[in-house]
């Protein structure tokens, strides 16, 4: 029996990995809070919605570190730190795919579609529900609504997967069937037999 029409999946955390070693090094090789700096929620706001860039954004990173030479190199490095494609995700997703649409449904940037590019998924969803395109982010409501319009399916037949527990919450109180996910096991576990 099919339990879900859709599948909104989130990219980062979920299907894109950062390799969060090096961002730890880059960290204590400089001394500075880069993933605080960077995660604060009046930094990443505005690029997320559209209202900023990347570039701007990690300007933003550096002035708030001091704007000194050593927060600009840090910066610098931390903005290429390594991502790679979780291929068991990826395998998962894409068997999903065959019975019901996917969605990516993701907190992104004005660079959002290259990274895709770089990784090969630019064509593996369905569709892409940016924050930074659609100008609203997760958990605010709508952005779940517009992937649900999109997948052409009532919010209720979605399932929903993040690694962020106030992200599955907001999609759950739609009536979607959340998933916080930790591991591809999660996902394997909710997908099994949902086709």
């Known amino acids: 029996m099919i339990r879900f029409d859709a599948v909104l999946s989130d990219l980062d ?3 894109r990995q950062f390799d969060h070693g ?30 900023a ?8 990173i550096v002035a708030a570190l001091g704007g000194g030479e050593a927060a600009r190199r840090a910066v610098a490095e931390f903005m290429e730190v390594p991502f790679f494609v979780d291929e068991e995700v990826r395998a998962l997703l894409a068997s999903a795919q065959r019975h019901v ?9 004005d660079t959002v579609e290259e990274h ?4 090969g998924l630019r064509f593996f969803a369905d569709d892409l529900v940016s924050s930074y395109r659609v100008r609203v ?20 037949r979605c399932l929903f997967v993040d690694d962020r527990l106030e992200n599955v919450h907001a999609a759950e109180a739609l ?6 996910f930790r591991t591809a ?7 099994a037999g949902a086709f």
């Open 101 to 109: 649409p996917v969605i990516l449904v993701t907190n992104a940037m």
């Open 175 to 180: 009536g979607m069937t959340g998933l916080h």
């Open 137 to 156: 982010a997760k958990p605010d409501p709508r952005i779940y609504e517009i992937a649900a319009e999109r997948a052409g399916v009532p919010p209720e």
């Open 22 to 51: 090096v961002q730890a090094e880059i960290e204590a090789r400089y001394g500075l809070p880069l993933r605080k700096t960077a995660f604060d929620p009046a930094l990443i706001g505005p690029p997320t919605l559209g209202l």
């Open 116 to 119: 895709l590019d770089r990784l």
């Open 53 to 60: 860039t990347e570039t701007e954004w990690a300007e933003s």
């Open 185 to 191: 096991a999660d996902l394997a576990a909710v997908l």
């Open 13 to 15: 955390g979920v299907l």
